[in-house]
């Protein structure tokens, strides 16, 4: 494939700078760590707008954006990001120095603060990579809303995740369309009214999770096998699977127009130069050009 970004954005510009958590970029793999273990990586103000920075940074640089495996400079654009965190706790939810400002902040300041909140959800449930999150033991309130975000899950066998918003009477109101399309409307409703923690056992029954394993040591396997997965998938496909997702969250159009749209779509696709080259070379039977570079 050849550049055609307008931008000429590439993977060795310079990463926005953070404190409260970092990236690694490994190929076409872009790993976000949160670094605050000594409070449960907790989410505050800074550790927000970082992650955001973060988003946005490997959104840009991604194939999906720029419809191309490799920037200018021949380096790879990104198809997968991975997050995860640093020591005992994946995320311990909202900061409680954050919980205790909300309290003496007005309205319009706490509308503020969710606002950000809200962005970062959006920023990471609409990435255009694929998303793999490795949760070790608990993941509360935010940090379940971080999960939620993601599209692909693996737990550790003792970790648990909890809407934990009610135990301390409010709501998981901005994390709640991202919970609510992850696990349905029953079981948001069930775990947003009792606010217990819940098991990875039953957290990979209702659909919150998409694998458990034995220790957090055993991570790195889980995720060899889904990267393997996902890169031999057309990473356009990837990205253009998600959109179609969100299209059809937000649908309100009768079915005959949307019958309508799912044809234009993979007459789009199939006709993309993306589509053109997998569709080649399986009658060819040679591999397409996004397994011959990795």
């Not at 505050?44 to 920037?71: C, F, H, M, P, Y």
């Not at 159009?253 to 199939?270: A, I, N, V």
């Not at 130069?273 to 569709?279: A, F, S």
Request: negative net charge; hydrophobic residues 40%.
């Amino acid at each position: 494939m050849v550049y055609s970004g307008c931008d000429d954005l590439k993977i060795t510009d310079n990463k926005p700078q953070t404190n409260y958590c970092n990236i690694a970029i490994e190929d076409s793999i872009a790993t976000i760590t949160l670094n605050r273990k000594e409070v449960y990586n907790a989410l505050n103000a800074d550790l927000i707008n970082e992650l955001i920075q973060l988003l946005i940074w490997t959104k840009e640089r991604s194939v999906g954006e720029n419809n191309d495996l490799l920037d200018s400079n021949g380096d790879k654009y990104l198809r997968i990001l991975v997050v995860k965190s640093v020591g005992k706790h994946f995320c311990a939810g909202a900061d409680i120095n954050m919980m205790r400002e909300a309290g003496s902040k007005t309205a319009e300041e706490n509308r503020q603060d969710s606002t950000r909140l809200d962005q970062l959800f959006y920023s990471l449930w609409s990435h255009p990579c694929f998303t793999v999150g490795l949760i070790q033991g608990v993941a509360l309130g935010g940090g379940a809303g971080l999960i939620a975000c993601l599209d692909h899950i693996i737990m550790e066998s003792k970790s648990q995740l909890a809407l934990s918003e009610a135990k301390l009477g409010i709501l998981p109101a901005v994390i709640g369309p991202y919970v609510y399309r992850k696990i349905g409307s029953a079981q948001f409703r069930r775990l947003s009214m009792l606010a217990s923690r819940v098991s990875a056992e039953e957290a990979l029954r209702i659909g919150f999770a998409n694998e458990i394993v034995d220790t957090s040591e055993d991570f790195h396997s889980s995720l060899e096998k889904i990267i393997i997965e996902v890169l031999s998938t057309g990473p356009m496909a990837i990205s253009e699977a998600k959109k179609l997702t969100l299209i059809f969250d937000r649908w309100n159009d009768d079915d005959s127009k949307l019958r309508q749209f799912t044809l234009d779509e993979t007459s789009k696709m199939r006709g993309s130069k993306e589509g053109q080259e997998g569709l080649s070379s399986f009658i060819e039977r040679r591999k397409p050009n996004w397994l011959s570079k990795e």
